[in-house]
């Protein structure tokens, strides 16, 4: 199975995404869920900032499980300003991360993500 990786920077968030480009019917069940990380390092703040920025990337990743596509694998970097961010700011800045990336069916095919008011 070859793969396709991609990464693209919005803000203080930086997204890896892996998918599955040529998919055989052998290597890969296309119906499987996409895997999605987390990276928060101590560039981001103390302890109790990281966790809060890592709580508000899941909180905004929940709202948009639904949109990824399918077999895709994301890594979500947080980069030191993440830890000034908003929960909302989080949220736009990961839609535009995914609209760049085209990996949510939303940005396919010009509908607005969940939770994007």
Same mark, same amino acid.
């Given at each position: 199975?070859?793969? =396709?990786?991609?990464?693209? @920077? &919005? ?5 890896? %995404?892996?998918?599955?480009?040529? &998919?055989?019917? %052998?290597?890969?069940?296309? @119906?499987?869920? =996409? ?17 809060? &920025?890592?709580?508000? $990337? ?8 639904? +949109? ?5 694998? $994301? &890594? ?5 300003? +993440?830890?000034?961010? =908003?929960?909302?700011? $989080?949220?736009? +800045? $990961?839609?535009?991360?995914? @609209?760049?990336?085209?990996?949510? @069916?939303?940005? %396919?095919?010009?509908?607005? %993500?969940?939770?994007?008011?």
């Amino acid at each position: 199975m070859t793969r =396709s990786r991609r990464r693209v @920077r &919005v803000g203080a968030l930086v997204v890896y %995404a892996a998918d599955a480009a040529f &998919v055989e019917a %052998a290597d890969v069940d296309i @119906r499987q869920p =996409s895997r999605i990380g987390l990276i928060v390092g101590r560039a981001v703040g103390r302890s109790v900032v990281r966790h809060q &920025v890592a709580r508000r $990337l899941r909180a905004q990743l929940f709202l948009r499980l639904g +949109a990824l596509n399918s077999a895709t694998d $994301l &890594v979500i970097r947080a980069l030191p300003g +993440a830890g000034r961010m =908003s929960s909302a700011a $989080l949220g736009r +800045a $990961l839609d535009e991360a995914l @609209r760049r990336l085209g990996a949510n @069916r939303a940005a %396919a095919s010009g509908r607005p %993500a969940l939770g994007t008011v």
